[in-house]
T-cell receptor, first 113, second 114 residues
Framework: DADVTQTPRNRITKTGKRIMLECSQT?????MYWYRQDPGLGLQLIYY???????NKGEISDGYSVSRQAQAKFSLSLESAIPNQTALYFC????????????FGEGSRLTVL | GDSVTQMEGPVTLSEEAFLTINCTYT??????LFWYVQYPGEGLQLLLK?????DKGSNKGFEATYRKETTSFHLEKGSVQVSDSAVYFC?????????????FGQGTTLQVKP
């Protein structure tokens, strides 16, 4: 089983719908991240969390919200999805002692029509 | 601000050819540098890293040397295989004492033909 699991892996929805992407990890890491990948733009940070009570905005947080339900769970929500949020979303974790290495889930592909 | 720039892709090579993917960075301090690889349908995984100037990271036949004087971290492999076909991302971070977040380049797609 993967150490970082994302659900759903694929989702098609309509403009205005609320969407939640979930991430769970078994690595025991405190730090969790949500990134968005668009072709030709690399990965951009949406939100990150150092523990359950510490959540921070990344570069492109507008239109998104997150919830850190437990050390192992970090969810990303789109309250009212719009077409330009169509992208591949990645959850990642890191350990303070690993010098910056991130461990990624397999991604959630979201299409907003 | 801090940023990473990679060479444009896609890069198409024949099997056993030599590979170079250029990466340069702009940073106000002394970052750690990484190469991540994304195989089709998968998430990113760490390929190699270097934490200080002149360090060489290596893994699976790939190498990259941290060059502070040219602010570069170019990825090289002497003989590519079809299985190396993937998207390669250069990235930097300022380490675990900071936010730990990575700044990524735009990615370079490598296609290796038999």
């Amino acid at each position: 089983d993967a150490d970082v699991t994302q659900t759903p892996r694929n989702r098609i929805t309509k403009t205005g719908k609320r969407i939640m992407l979930e991430c769970s990890q078994t690595k025991g890491h405190d730090r969790m991240y949500w990134y968005r990948q668009d072709p030709g733009l690399g990965l951009q940070l949406i939100y990150y969390s150092f523990d359950v009570k510490d959540i921070n905005k990344g570069e492109i947080s507008d239109g998104y919200s997150v919830s850190r339900q437990a050390q192992a769970k970090f969810s990303l929500s789109l309250e009212s999805a719009i077409p330009n949020q169509t992208a591949l979303y990645f959850c990642a974790t890191s350990d303070l002692g690993r010098g910056g290495e991130l461990f990624f889930g397999e991604g959630s592909r979201l299409t907003v029509l | 601000g801090d940023s990473v720039t990679q060479m444009e892709g896609p890069v198409t090579l024949s099997e056993e050819a030599f590979l170079t993917i250029n990466c340069t960075y702009t940073a106000t301090g002394y970052p750690s540098l990484f190469w991540y690889v994304q195989y089709p349908g998968e998430g990113l995984q760490l390929l190699l890293k270097a934490t200080k100037a002149d360090d060489k990271g290596s893994n699976k036949g790939f190498e990259a040397t941290y060059r502070k004087e040219t602010t570069s971290f170019h990825l090289e492999k002497g003989s590519v295989q079809v299985s190396d076909s993937a998207v390669y991302f250069c990235a930097l971070t300022f380490g675990s004492s900071n936010t730990g977040k990575l700044i990524f380049g735009q990615g370079t797609t490598l296609q290796v033909k038999p």
